[in-house]
């Protein structure tokens, strides 16, 4: 998909990843082209699925949302209706900022946010342990975020 885009894309990117809301004359007097070719670009980008939305960025430490925790877990069945099953349920919980299925010594990583470590515990206790076909986990509890990026690097 890279292969579609030029440099001059790559910037268009660049800056819509720094500020969604840009005006499309302050991109273009960035990225040194006019308005209409930026915005047929955006467009193009768009239509082939490089752009997929725009959104904004809530703090969560302005929310009060300071306790991450990396959860390892392991299922007691990988067959694939009991990974689909696993896949449904735990996009259901709203405190799982990402999961991620994992080639190694367990079978997903999740990244969980909290107010705290009590409500961490009863998320642990009452949504996490009760995906289906969870045999364990173990949880990470992060001390501070060194690198946090919200769009790939160009």
Not at 52 to 78: F, K
Request: net charge neutral; proline share 4%.
């Amino acid at each position: 998909m890279t292969d579609l885009i030029d440099a001059t894309d790559r910037r268009i990117l660049h800056e819509l990843c720094a500020n969604a809301r840009i005006p499309v004359t302050e991109l273009a007097r960035k990225v040194g082209l006019s308005k209409t070719p930026v915005a047929a670009r955006i467009r193009a980008m768009e239509e082939m699925g490089l752009i997929t939305g725009y959104r904004a960025m809530l703090s969560p430490i302005r929310l009060g949302l300071i306790h991450v925790t990396y959860v390892e877990v392991r299922l007691n069945d990988t067959r694939q209706k009991a990974l689909e099953q696993f896949n449904a349920a735990v996009r259901e919980i709203p405190e799982v900022e990402e999961c991620y299925m994992i080639a190694g010594g367990f079978d997903y990583l999740l990244k969980v946010r909290s107010h705290d470590i009590a409500e961490y515990r009863k998320i642990m206790g009452e949504k996490l342990s009760a995906l289906p076909h969870v045999a364990a986990t173990s949880s990470y509890v992060a001390m501070e975020a060194v690198v946090e990026q919200n769009s790939p690097s160009l």
